[in-house]
């Protein structure tokens, strides 16, 4: 007999029982998309999270105050953020941008009201340093800090909520009492599923503290370094200035860790570690999902019992007229894997549909070699679940098969 002769009678065999052999491909069906879908929102959710980080800028850190000290004289102030702009004890500082932030304020225009999720005070430094650039209009200048000037870019999502089909700019907003007026829009960026980064509004330092911050402490303040590769040096000759500034004793714990009143956060490093925790994530996600793909092959073992158990005196017939035992084997195991590779197919297609829509606010990437993957070890499955039922078919005694009732 052919091996085209033995596809057809497996063929034949499966659709003998249409609804079995569909409830079959129905479980490692969902183990292939579950495994495809899952790893894709691992994956994901790195990306979203990397974007985030990536757009601070790998160039840049980040100095927040821990509040260590208890006191106003270990808070960052705009006095030191002034301070590390010295070309000798900071030659590889290409920016400072000192931010004070309100986790909410209120604009209104014409009426209607919108709660920013973060307006910022800072300097037109700031745009670069955190890779946010204006898409319409223009930034703030130095002067307009300087003066106090209230003027305001706002994000996409500030931009939708109160100017539908509008121009912003120009446009007169108001910001706790205060007038604000709209110069630019800021180019949309990518969010995760948590907090949304167009939901912002940013204006000069000095007029967010006249009206929102007060004439406190910093938020934090962003250091640009003038290369990727200097961020180090950066962060060494940023700690030595603020330890200057705040009389802290240089140690060996004294480069913006739990010994000093403030933290520095290294974006690159940042980076670096989520890299290494959403790899681990995404494996156990996937291995999670893997775990649907074994009760699929599970089923697909007793699905081909039942069907050995079936189809005894049939087997019973093939042997006796001739049909030597490789190729009732080749038969058995051709039905299991061709379960297997159909219902991974169909779990393919319904993980690439399933792509398209936001998964527990996270837009899923698939990874290429994920499919692959899970399409490689459903086929494994329908050859080591389906090994032994075939066996068992193969080793059927002709004359006991005929007996069977």
């Given amino acids: 007999m052919s091996f085209l002769e033995v596809i057809r009678f497996s063929l034949r065999g499966l ?5 079995r052999s569909a409830l079959t491909m129905l479980g490692i069906l969902i183990g292939v998309a579950a495994v495809i879908l899952l790893v894709a929102v691992g994956n994901g959710s790195a990306k979203a999270i990397s974007d985030r980080i990536e757009a601070l800028g790998t160039n840049t850190i980040t100095v927040m105050s821990t509040g260590r000290g208890g006191s106003s004289s270990t808070a960052l102030t705009k006095k030191m953020a002034d301070a590390l702009v010295d070309p000798e004890l900071a030659p590889d500082i290409k920016s400072v941008s000192p931010v004070v932030s309100a986790s909410s304020a209120t604009m ?4 209607t009201d919108h709660s920013v999720g973060t307006f910022v005070g800072t300097t037109p430094d700031w745009f670069g340093a955190s890779s946010t650039p204006v898409e319409k209009g223009a930034s703030f200048t130095a002067d307009d800090v300087t003066q106090g000037r209230r003027v305001v870019v706002i994000g996409q999502t500030v931009a939708e909520e109160l100017f539908p089909g509008v121009d912003p700019i120009d446009k007169q907003v108001t910001v706790s009492g205060a007038l604000f007026t709209v110069v630019g829009v800021l180019k949309e960026k990518s969010s995760t599923g948590f907090q949304d980064s167009n939901d912002t509004a940013v204006a000069p330092l000095t007029a967010v503290q006249q009206v929102l911050a007060g004439y406190g402490s910093l938020t934090s303040i962003i250091v640009e370094a003038k290369d990727p590769d200097k961020v180090d040096a950066v962060q060494s000759e940023v700690s030595t200035i603020l330890n200057q500034q705040l009389n802290v004793k240089a140690t060996a714990g004294s480069t913006g860790t739990s010994s000093t009143p403030y933290r520095i956060q290294n974006a690159s490093s940042l980076l670096e570690t989520q890299t290494e925790t959403a790899d681990t994530f995404t494996t156990l996600l996937g291995a999670v999902a893997a775990i649907s793909l074994l009760v699929g092959g599970i089923g697909i073992t007793n699905i081909m019992l039942v069907t050995v158990t ?11 007229l001739g049909a030597p035992r490789r190729v009732i084997l ?4 051709i039905e299991a894997t061709l379960l297997s590779v159909l219902g991974g197919a169909l ?4 993980a690439l549909i399933g792509s398209h829509f936001t998964i527990v606010g996270v837009k899923p990437v698939i990874v290429p070699s994920s499919i692959g993957l899970a399409v490689g070890v459903s086929v494994a499955i329908g ?3 389906g090994g032994l039922p075939a066996a068992r078919a193969a080793r059927l005694r002709p004359i006991d098969a005929l007996r069977y009732e």
């Fill in 383 to 385: 050859l080591f679940f």
């Fill in 15 to 19: 659709s003998a029982n249409k609804l």
């Fill in 330 to 333: 080749t038969q058995f195991l």
């Fill in 310 to 320: 079936e189809r005894t005196r049939e087997i019973g017939i093939r042997k006796a």
């Fill in 347 to 350: 779990g393919v297609a319904a």
């Fill in 108 to 111: 209104t225009y014409e009426g």
